[in-house]
T-cell receptor
């Protein structure tokens, strides 16, 4: 069983919809939770990160972490065609010098005009 | 632009050959990470260097090696290449002096390796 599970989709929504992306994990030592966006054949771009539990909002994006359920979510409000990409969740333990990220396989999102 | 630079963008080579991938981290970042992305496996951690020293190893094959130089750039060497090594290889870097410690990684644009 992989440490991080993510539904690969694809997920297709109309423009303006609210998108919900989710990951589950098994390692309770994870403390940092990230969401990356990856356009086709490009490098992962950091969208948001959360330390430990709670919510974080940045513009149209909201990240939630529920450590009791080992479940994280990313919500995209008022989705735009430019949001069409693969969304990767990633997580790691806390280490000052940094630590390997464990990634989900990514969810492919298509926002149609 | 993440500030992490990877060269070359694309490499085409034959089985049995050896290639070197290069990464320049963001200015001041001491940690460099290498990841492999294939269609079936997703992003897999290979190896981490911190200020010139190997810090952690993941699923890195013995045919693969890496190093980090005094100017903090890093190279990933892949030898005796096989068809299955065809993938995207990403470098990432992080800054231990930031408020989040070294936990937040920024990725380069990647090197696409095609082994024919």
């Amino acid at each position: 069983q992989k440490e991080v599970e993510q539904d690969p989709g694809p997920l297709s929504v109309p423009e303006g919809a609210i998108v919900s992306l989710n990951c589950t994990y098994s390692n309770s030592a994870f403390q940092y939770f990230m969401w990356y966006r990856q356009y086709s054949r490009k490098g992962p771009e950091l969208l948001m990160y959360t330390y430990s539990s709670g919510n974080k909002e940045d513009g149209r994006f909201t990240a939630q972490v529920d450590k009791s359920s080992k479940y994280i979510s990313l919500f995209i409000r008022d989705s735009q065609p430019s949001d069409s990409a693969t969304y990767l969740c990633a997580m790691s333990i806390n280490s000052n010098s940094g630590y390997a990220l464990n990634f989900g396989k990514g969810t492919s999102l298509l926002v149609t005009p | 632009d993440s500030g992490v630079t990877q060269t070359p963008k694309h490499l085409i080579t034959a089985t049995g050959q050896r290639v070197t991938l290069r990464c320049s981290p963001r200015s001041g970042d001491l940690s460099v990470y290498w990841y492999q992305q294939s269609l079936d496996q997703g992003l897999q951690f290979l190896i981490q260097y911190y200020n010139g020293e190997e810090r952690a190893k993941g699923n890195i094959l013995e045919r693969f090696s890496a190093q980090q130089f005094p100017d903090l750039h890093s190279e990933l060497n892949l030898s005796s290449l096989e068809l299955g090594d065809s993938a995207l290889y990403f470098c990432a870097s992080s800054d231990p002096s930031s408020t989040s410690g070294g936990n937040i990684q920024y990725f380069g644009a990647g090197t696409r390796l095609s082994v024919l």
